[in-house]
């Protein structure tokens, strides 16, 4: 397909197109099917992700003080979700192209703003990567080792869950799981999505076999197991008392459903991410494939989230299970064997009532360490592919395996920068802080970023939006897409900023504020200096941000 220009859309051959960029075509092959490719946008924001993170910093640091507020925060978090999925769905189907919101926001908005923001969004993609490696280890493997150990009574696995976590044994599952991932991502993108599509399916066999045990367990079963377990009459209501006696006070109000809003949209927000290598799925140019894609994922999600949410405080009760996650973070001591080490999954595992059923919900548990891992590695891979055939980056790297359709080099060099990341994640302590910047981050620079351009397509592409099937809706006599960018871009922003608003919840601290906006800075800097460099050499760069790339 030839190249578009913004406004007067040039037909194949353009002699305008010509030395623009680095090469006529990609070199892609558009070979990913539309299934595994919704599977990637649910992998991104993964159901284990929620079990293991919002749940327990939803009732544990937030101390939400009833049901409905969590319920309400899930169902806000999904129904502004939509407005952002109709921005990318629209964008993503005129122009199908790797890169995503780089290509829409460097051809609808400023050059500049486009590539520093999503040069911003891939870097911290990098960090995020390094620091899922580092942090999957003490937070979801060796812990649900630890769970099997305890629930099967094997020492064995007890002692492996500690030698999990030994600094060398840590580091080096860390970068097994980053070089695995990043061999498969460079010999064939289809196969490697495939792979995560059944990781992912794995994930979901958990989620159920979660809903199931505890849909079956009453209040009264859970308590007399728990009980049990502890070897102590009434530690159910012991663990509440010492969570009182420690500091744990539920909350209620709008500002607090603000800050869960903000925590469930890690589970809600990044459904559209499959946009990063629109340039390799097939049929990516279809509205209705790309809303399928889209939407299929956060359906999903919202009765997942739903049901798991409700079951488990069915089950477990609202405050044990919001004072046995402020103990795990506060005073892990307080909580009898192994609870601490992820009291949702493992009062589940607990309350599974069979070695078997509680093993299987284990091991397929541990799939969602995966499924993420896949997406944070090959986004910013496609991304400074499509840097580079503009040519802001040096033009070798788009080159492209004839054997397999992918850009090796720039795999290896993302794969290299997210271990040494994890290496440094695994000496620091600040590890989740460094994931909740990347998840704060890469939100804001992609959904509203891309909401602005959303916005500004139907009057800086005309031609090319007219012949969208949105084009024909208006909301209040406006293009329906205005209404869903600035929608978006405002939404995006106002629950970004709980991460200033709550800084103890989610592990914000001033310079960690400041190191998340300086990529920006340093992405304008990069833009004007190969700007500058191009330019000298003769070759016209100002001329691909007036057409749409090559496939």
Wanted: hydrophobic share 55%; glycine share 8%; aromatic share 12%.
């Amino acid at each position: 397909m030839s190249s578009v220009e913004v406004g007067a859309e040039p037909q194949a051959g353009s002699a305008s197109s010509a030395g623009v960029f680095a090469r006529e075509s990609t070199g892609l092959v558009r070979e990913v099917s539309p299934v595994d490719a919704a599977i990637v946008g649910a992998s991104n924001a993964p159901l284990g992700q929620f079990v293991v993170f919002s749940i327990p910093v939803g009732l544990g640091l937030f101390a939400a003080a009833s049901a409905g507020w969590i319920v309400a925060a899930v169902v806000i978090s999904a129904a502004f979700t939509i407005p952002t999925l109709v921005n990318y769905a629209a964008l993503s189907s005129a122009m199908p192209r790797s890169g995503g919101d780089y290509v829409f926001a460097t051809r609808l908005l400023k050059p500049w703003l486009g590539f520093a923001s999503n040069f911003t969004l891939a870097l911290w993609q990098v960090f995020a990567a390094g620091a899922w490696a580092a942090l999957v280890v003490p937070a979801m493997l060796a812990p649900l080792v630890s769970i099997l150990g305890e629930l099967l009574g094997s020492s064995t696995l007890i002692d492996l869950s500690s030698t999990m976590q030994e600094r060398g044994w840590h580091i080096a599952i860390a970068i097994v799981l980053i070089a695995a991932i990043s061999l498969m991502l460079s010999t064939g993108t289809q196969r490697t999505l495939r792979i995560n599509s059944v990781f992912w399916c794995i994930g979901m066999i958990a989620m159920t076999l979660l809903i199931g045990i505890l849909l079956f367990t009453s209040r009264e079963g859970f308590t007399a197991t728990f009980e049990n377990y502890a070897g102590q009459p009434g530690a159910y209501q012991q663990v509440i008392s010492d969570a009182a006696a420690a500091g744990f006070a539920e909350r209620s109000g709008l500002l607090m459903l603000w800050g869960l809003v903000a925590l469930t949209m890690g589970v809600f927000g990044v459904f559209f991410w499959m946009t990063y290598f629109s340039g390799e799925i097939k049929q990516a140019r279809s509205w209705k494939r790309e809303l399928g894609m889209m939407f299929s994922p956060l359906a999903i999600n919202f009765v997942y989230v739903l049901l798991i949410t409700l079951v488990m405080l069915k089950t477990f009760g609202f405050k044990f299970l919001g004072s046995v996650t402020y103990l795990s973070f506060v005073d892990p001591e307080k909580l009898p064997g192994a609870v601490s080490a992820g009291p949702p999954v493992f009062l589940t595992g607990l309350t599974a009532g069979s070695d078997v059923l509680a093993t299987l919900f284990a091991l397929t548990f541990a799939a969602w360490a995966w499924v993420l891992l896949t997406c944070l590695l090959i986004m910013p891979v496609r991304c400074a592919f499509a840097w580079s055939l503009d040519q802001i980056l040096p033009s070798s790297l788009v080159r492209v395996s004839p054997r397999w359709g992918t850009p090796i080099a720039l795999t290896i060099a993302v794969a290299a920068m997210a271990m040494v990341v994890a290496v440094i994640g695994v000496y620091n302590d600040k590890v989740f802080q460094i994931f909740a910047a990347a998840v704060l981050a890469s939100s804001w620079f992609s959904a509203a970023i891309g909401g602005l351009a959303a916005a500004a397509f139907p009057y800086r592409m005309r031609d090319l939006y007219r012949q969208q099937p949105i084009a024909r809706v208006k909301i209040f006599g406006a293009p329906a897409l205005v209404v869903t960018g600035v929608v978006g871009f405002l939404f995006t922003t106002f629950w970004c900023l709980a991460y200033a608003r709550f800084p103890d919840e989610f592990g914000m601290t001033t310079w960690l504020a400041i190191t998340v906006l300086s990529p920006f800075f340093i992405g304008i800097a990069i833009f004007f200096a190969a700007r500058a460099y191009r330019l000298s050499r003769g070759i016209p760069i100002d001329l691909a941000f007036k057409q749409i790339p090559p496939e």
